[in-house]
Structure formats: structure tokens, C-alpha cells
């Protein structure tokens, strides 16, 4: 098992690193601004999913061939880059059509609900700050003496993953806040959906464009 020790330093190093915004984070806002609550937490929830992947690709041995193979890790990153740019293509395509959707009363999600959580789970699986983080950082807290190790990384894999999806929620939620002042105005809606078409091109662009080079 994890000792408390290594439990809580593994959180206080997440906690550092997911404070500060990344892909993910700015995924969340931009969809919370262009669609609105239901689809920021929707998104939230497909990039924790997402995010738990990596944590189960370390574990099982896959992380570090990401990790230390440059073409592949370049491979990864750019299938996330070129999926932000095409979401981001659509969301400036569709501006136009921007309203505020009726709620539905059933609770039960709908196609488009479950779309959303895949388009967050394809992000949060190729995000090149959780790829190194989960590859490089992780296992640098697991106990190799108490054995278990792929149990011992799943374990503290959780943690990170509900911080993020504590914070996210709390982007998202605030991010689809603002979105009903801009829902008064047909013309700010759009304005809002054509912003956020941009900023996800951007942050594809950005996150090809950044990261390992070797």
C-alpha cells in the first residue's frame, strides 16, 4: 500500500502542477464559454477520464515508451493538437448557431453529452503535460520495496485526478457563469463561440508547437 508520507507529497506536487492552467484547463473554458455549463462539465468529466488513462498507461508499463521514445511522444502530442484545431474549426463554423439550449429534464445523457465526454477524453489522454507528468513524475513516488507497483501508481493516480476534477469544475463553472451575459445578445453569443473557435486553434497550435524537441 501507500504510506501517508508519499500520498501527501505526490499531492502537494500535483497540486503545484495542476494549478497551473494547461490544454485541459483551457479546453474547459473554452467549451464552457462557447456551449455552457452542461458541456464544461461534461468536458471536465471526459478529461479526468482521459487524465486516469495516462495513469493506467503508466502503470501498466506504457508510459515510459511515450515517455522515452521522442516519436512517439511527438505522434501523441500532435493527434491531441490536430483534434483541439479541428474542435476549434467547428466552434467558429457553427458560431451563428450559438443559443442557450433547453435543459433536459431527464437527466439522462443525451448523444450529444456523450460526444462531449469523448472529445474530453481524447484531450485529456493526449495532453502533453499530463503525459510527462504521469511518466516522469509518478513513479518517483511509488515504493519499490513495498512492491505492487502498478497498484501503488493507480492508487496515487487518484489524487491528481481529483484535484483536477475539483478545479476544473470550479473553471468551468465560473467560465459558463460569464457566458449568460453574453447569452442576452445573439451578436455577443456568437462573438463568444467565434473567441473560443479561435483560442482552441490556438491552443492546438501552442501545444504543437511547445514541449520535448529531442
Request: hydrophobic share 55%; net charge positive.
Amino acid at each position: 500500500m501507500v504510506s501517508t508520507d508519499r500520498l501527501l507529497a505526490f499531492a502537494a506536487m500535483s497540486l503545484l502542477v495542476i494549478v497551473i492552467p494547461g490544454p485541459s484547463v483551457l479546453f474547459v473554458i473554452g467549451r464552457a464559454l462557447a456551449h455552457g455549463r452542461r458541456t464544461a462539465l461534461a468536458t471536465v468529466l471526459g478529461n479526468v477520464l482521459g487524465s486516469y488513462l495516462l495513469v493506467a498507461a503508466v502503470a501498466l508499463g506504457l508510459g515510459s515508451l511515450v515517455e522515452q521514445s521522442a516519436a512517439v511522444f511527438l505522434a501523441v502530442k500532435l493527434a491531441g493538437a490536430a483534434y483541439l484545431v479541428f474542435l476549434g474549426v467547428q466552434a467558429f463554423r457553427h458560431r451563428k448557431d450559438m443559443k442557450m439550449g433547453a435543459v433536459d429534464k431527464s437527466g439522462q445523457l443525451a448523444r450529444g453529452d456523450l460526444r462531449t465526454i469523448a472529445d474530453g477524453i481524447l484531450v485529456g489522454v493526449t495532453n502533453p503535460k499530463g503525459i510527462v507528468f504521469f511518466a516522469a513524475v509518478l513513479p518517483q513516488f511509488v515504493d519499490h520495496a513495498a512492491g505492487g507497483l502498478p497498484a501503488q501508481m493507480l492508487i496515487l493516480g487518484l489524487v491528481p485526478i481529483c484535484i483536477g476534477l475539483i478545479t476544473d469544475t470550479v473553471w468551468g463553472l465560473t467560465a459558463s457563469a460569464a457566458r449568460h451575459w453574453f447569452a442576452r445578445s445573439e451578436r455577443r453569443l456568437s462573438m463568444i463561440g467565434g473567441a473560443s473557435g479561435f483560442a482552441m486553434i490556438g491552443l492546438g497550435v501552442t501545444v504543437a508547437a511547445t514541449g520535448r524537441a529531442d
